[in-house]
């Protein structure tokens, strides 16, 4: 289990990444129900209040536990939510982790995903010690994978199978980002 901070406020040129609040249950409005984003992470299928507020809670849970550290991302000059980034499935030595993304479809194609996940990833090396961070991405999903590129990630090829979702096992084009990043 890797220790988490209770509270992370971090500010980028483009975002602030923050921890999710109640009152943000709203921002999850506009992807539940998306595919992309539902089959591969916990956002709930069906928006409703109780079950963003539910949601919201299973990440202080999980940030608690050690395993997730999941973070609101906002403009800089707007405090509403337009997505969220991830570290995930940090090992037990604490130097390797996965990172995830999701953003509002309004904020999609802005450069918003690359900013959000480059200033967790810096932080995660500098503050967690991570030695090395994996995107899993759908090979189709060519949104995700110019981020990587634009993180400085290397495909390393794919992972057979290595996703559940939707009832099905789904291949996964692996990225790696070695902390060398200067």
């Known amino acids: 289990m890797t220790a988490l901070p209770h509270e992370l406020h971090l500010e980028g040129d483009r975002v602030v990444l923050r921890a999710w609040r109640d009152e943000d249950a709203p921002a999850l409005e506009p992807v ?3 595919w992309d984003v539902c089959a591969f992470t916990s956002v709930p299928w069906t928006y409703s209040e ?7 809670e299973r990440q202080r849970q999980k ?4 395993t997730v550290l999941a973070l609101a991302i906002q403009g800089r000059d707007d405090d509403r939510p337009r997505g969220n980034v991830n570290l995930a499935r940090l090992d037990d030595s604490g130097r390797e982790a996965a990172i995830g993304y999701w953003l509002i479809p309004e904020a999609r194609g802005r450069g918003l995903a690359t900013a959000a ?3 967790l990833i810096d932080w995660g090396m500098a503050s967690l010690g991570l030695e090395r ?3 899993a991405i759908l090979p189709e999903n060519l949104a995700s994978q110019r981020v990587a590129e634009r993180l400085g990630a290397t495909p390393e090829g794919i992972r057979k199978e290595s996703h559940e979702a939707d009832g099905r096992r789904w291949d996964m084009t692996i990225w790696g980002l070695a902390n060398n990043r200067g």
């Open 117 to 119: 996940a480059s200033l």
């Open 32 to 34: 539940c129900g998306e």
């Open 133 to 135: 961070v994996e995107l």
């Open 63 to 66: 940030r608690a536990a050690g």
């Open 50 to 56: 109780a079950e963003a507020l539910a949601w919201i």
